[in-house]
Structures are given as C-alpha cells and as structure tokens.
C-alpha cells in the first residue's frame, strides 16, 4: 500500500544517514556539530518530503478510503507526535542560534503535515 501512496523507498534516505552518521563520528567540536545539524536537518527534511507527504498531503483518494477507523487515528496520534516533536527540534534550533555568538545558526522550518 506504501508504494501505491508513492511513499519512497527507505533506502532513498540511506545517504542522509550516512552523512550524518559521519559527521558524528568524527572529532567533536563546533563545526561538526553544525555538520551533524544541517545533515539531520537534511534528513527530517527527505523524511517529510518522501514518506510524510506522500501519506497525509498527497494520498490517493482510493487509499485514503481504504483506510479504516483505527488506521486513521493511529496515523493522527503518530502525525500529532510527529509535529510535537518537530517544534521541540526548532525550538532547540532557535536556542543554539542564539547561544553560539561566534557562529551563524539558521534553524530550519519544516512544513507540518496535514491531517487526514
């Protein structure tokens, strides 16, 4: 049902990983931090774009309507957390930009997704 709604394969996300998780296990100073930021920043960012959007802006009628009572709810509690979650990142985002004096921190905005 996933591939019907368009989500994308998981492996899409493999390289946003990847760089992430290089830029982790690197040394641990400022730069790589501000690294380790934009490359989860780019992956929430592909996360949304190919599995988020796909289900709650862009869902095809007749899946939308396959969908049952429990599905829906089940898929509004995980949005919900999902969003909650989202706001925390950019407020933590907003809070770093403005401890580090010595560096520029732009945080990120992300569209949220819609409910079904």
């Known amino acids: 049902m996933l ?3 368009g989500v994308a394969p998981i492996h899409l996300l493999e390289s946003h990983y990847q760089l992430l998780n290089s830029c982790l296990t690197r040394r641990q100073d400022l730069t790589q931090l ?3 930021l934009r490359g989860f920043d780019n992956l929430l960012h592909a996360y949304e774009t190919y599995c988020l959007q796909p289900i709650f802006d862009h869902m095809p009628s007749n899946s ?3 969908l049952t009572t429990d ?3 089940a898929l509004e509690r995980f949005r919900e957390r999902y969003v909650s979650f ?3 990142y950019e407020e933590f985002e907003k809070a770093l930009a403005e ?3 010595s560096v520029q921190v732009r945080p990120s905005f992300f ?3 819609n409910p079904l």
């Open 3 to 5: 591939q019907a709604m």
């Open 34 to 36: 501000l690294l380790a």
């Open 64 to 66: 939308h309507a396959a």
């Open 71 to 73: 599905s829906r709810r």
């Open 86 to 88: 989202r706001e925390d």
């Open 99 to 101: 401890s580090l004096r």
């Open 111 to 113: 569209d949220r997704p």
